[in-house]
Nanobody, 122 residues
Framework: QAQLVESGGDSVQAGGSLRLSCAASGYTVSSNVMGWFRQAPGKERERVTCMDTGSGNTYYTDSVKGRFTISQDNAKNTVYLQMNTLKLEDTAMYYC???????????????WGQGTQVTVSS
């Protein structure tokens, strides 16, 4: 049974940085698609970024382009989300997800972590 465990969420001031981690077990991140989603209160879960390790392609939602970077460490079977220049609107619960393609629909991902909270304040 695959398991994804996120960590790294915290409260930071606007303009700050955080790095989220997603450690996988029972699942090989280097052979599949890994994505990060976020959900703010009262809003739908949205795809932030995904990485297709087979093709090497990555996707970023427009609001995070140039600020967020997805990466992976195959030896640690872990995916990261480096978040720089954080904004108030980045406040959300962030989830790691694993799937077969970089779908925007969260319902098309096979495995999810429990989430890690990111709070950005002024």
């Amino acid at each position: 049974q695959a398991q994804l465990v996120e960590s790294g969420g915290d409260s930071v001031q606007a303009g700050g940085s955080l790095r989220l981690s997603c450690a996988a077990s029972g699942y090989t991140v280097s052979s599949n698609v890994m994505g990060w989603f976020r959900q703010a209160p009262g809003k739908e879960r949205e795809r932030v970024t995904c990485m297709d390790t087979g093709s090497g392609n990555t996707y970023y939602t427009d609001s995070v382009k140039g600020r967020f970077t997805i990466s992976q460490d195959n030896a640690k079977n872990t995916v990261y989300l480096q978040m720089n220049t954080l904004k108030l609107e980045d406040t959300a619960m962030y989830y790691c997800a694993a799937g077969r393609l970089c779908f925007s629909n969260p319902g098309q991902y096979d495995y999810w972590g429990q989430g890690t909270q990111v709070t950005v304040s002024s």
